[in-house]
């Protein structure tokens, strides 16, 4: 049985220079008691523990308490300790759920993949078989052995790495400064601060969206404003704006390439317009690049922030293409907004801890990075062509799929007719985990979502997994 916490009680004559005496524990309790500061129910301390607090013998702290006892004031129960008595004995506490809450929106059970099958085709992850361990373990060793840096943060990032990261985002048309960067965990927490510090209430997010971005905006209390996302047509410009006209949402957050979950990629001219709406109704943009550097020349297309445009927030993440574990994003602001964000990611953290920091830091500049990334590139180009052949050549009729060219996933369309709930039981049975996808989805009334269908993933899928997988998932839409 768990213990309760005792309360802890001041005895005066402690403090006066001279031992305190069984008397004045008594008196010390019953004033104590009076002041209200030994409620009902209050478990006093061990004996042991007032005899090592004070140095007074056990002797004399145990006939404190029976006195204490033999006056009613006390009652002891047996291997539990010694309490004030009351007539129910406990005391009554209001269980946090039922304190008024905030409001916080409950949120619904993490549906991480369902880890029993040994396929998991719709995982936004990169295959582990492809993660660069000994490099990072060497990092690792070289920077704890780096002396000075043992009790060293940076609220704002590592600056070492802050700098690194501003400058491969110049070499990608992205003029940057170390100054405009914030280090982040992962990318969630950069979308986190932007919501608070920012003190946005209205957000426009693409539906369908990555989920976790939808429960965040929503759980900050934020209203949102969907915007409705066909990627075999491409984004009807004007539905868009009428909305962000009509609403007013002080930001949108869009995932402008390989977007989670639909892979689909903005075109130029639908990137163009969106920066010239938001110079017109001072709409602040997050773009999230969480695809970034997964393909080669995935990194084709211009981003929001490339095209410039003021009021352009940037976030992206090395957990997608480096290490989940790491945990290690960066959110790209302009030069005004960086003390409001750096104070509020103070608040939250005082600091991300600059030992992962540091490894990745050394890894970059040992050009471990580079060198990994052209790995991993050429192995998800040849499973992403892998995955799109196997596609053709086992979806049957009524199937498409977007081509990102990018990214961890493509998203793939079944037919209406087919139960996504008894497809994904029946493809449980040869192994293969799909995830249902109905959280990304904007839920308005009872109408259905405009998609229907899943993600496939490359970057965690090899070719033979991949192959079995869509060669069963072929037979299962067939029948
Ligand atoms: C589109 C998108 N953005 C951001 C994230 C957050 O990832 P992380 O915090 O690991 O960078 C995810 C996670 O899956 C995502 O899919």
């Given at each position: 049985m768990q213990r309760s916490p005792y309360h802890s009680f001041s005895v005066r004559s402690a403090f006066e220079g001279r031992r305190p005496t069984a008397a004045d524990l008594v008196e010390s309790v019953l004033a104590e008691h009076r002041a209200g500061h030994l409620p009902d129910g209050a478990r006093l301390p061990p004996v042991r523990a007032i005899e090592k607090q004070l140095g007074i013998s056990k002797n004399t702290v145990q006939s404190a308490y029976d006195e204490l006892v033999a006056r009613g004031v006390c009652v002891t129960r047996e291997r539990d300790g010694v309490f004030i008595a009351t007539s129910a004995a406990t005391i009554s506490r209001t269980p946090l759920a039922q304190a008024s809450a905030p409001a916080l929106r409950p949120l619904p059970p993490l549906k991480s993949a369902d880890k029993s099958a040994s396929i998991q085709l719709s995982s936004v992850f990169i295959d582990p078989a492809l993660l660069p361990r000994e490099k990072l373990s060497e990092c690792a060793r070289s920077v704890l052995r780096t002396p000075g840096l043992e009790s060293f943060y940076d609220v704002q990032g590592y600056a070492p790495l802050r700098a690194q990261i501003a400058e491969r985002l110049t070499a990608r048309a992205m003029p940057t400064d170390a100054s405009q960067v914030i280090i982040t965990t992962g990318s969630q927490q950069a979308l986190d601060i932007v919501v608070r510090a920012l003190a946005v209430r209205s957000v426009a997010v693409e539906d369908p969206v990555y989920s976790h971005a939808r429960l965040l905006f929503e759980n900050l209390g934020a209203t949102l404003t969907s915007l409705r996302l066909d990627p075999f047509a491409g984004i009807d410009l004007d539905q868009w704006t009428s909305a962000l006209v009509e609403h007013k949402p002080s930001l949108l957050y869009a995932i402008t390439r390989f977007q989670n979950p639909t892979g689909y990629s903005y075109q130029t001219h639908e990137l163009e317009a969106l920066v010239r709406l938001s110079a017109t109704t001072g709409m602040g943009v997050l773009e999230d690049?969480?695809?970034?550097?997964?393909?080669?020349?995935?990194?084709y297309r211009p981003t929001l922030r490339s095209l410039g445009g003021d009021n352009v927030l940037y976030a992206n993440s090395f957990t997608k293409k480096l290490l989940p574990s790491l945990r290690v994003g960066y959110l790209v602001a302009p030069n005004p907004l960086i003390p409001t964000l750096v104070a509020m990611k103070r608040l939250a953290t005082l600091g991300n801890p600059w030992f992962t920091e540091a490894i990745l830091s050394e890894f970059l500049d040992r050009g471990y990075y580079d060198t990994h990334l052209r790995a991993v590139q050429a192995a998800l180009d040849a499973r992403y062509a892998h995955c799109v052949d196997t596609l053709r050549e086992h979806m049957p009729e009524g199937c498409r799929w977007t081509l990102p060219g990018g990214g961890p996933t493509l998203w793939l369309e079944v037919p209406r007719a087919v139960d996504l709930a008894s497809l994904s039981a029946r493809m449980h049975a040869h192994d293969v985990h799909i995830q249902s996808t109905e959280e990304h989805f904007a839920r308005e009334g009872s109408e259905a979502p405009h998609l229907h269908g899943f993600r496939v993933s490359y970057a965690f899928c090899d070719e033979e997994k991949l192959t079995r997988a869509i060669t069963a998932l072929g037979r299962e839409l067939r029948a």
């Open positions: 690049d969480w695809g970034s550097d997964m393909l080669s020349e995935g990194d």
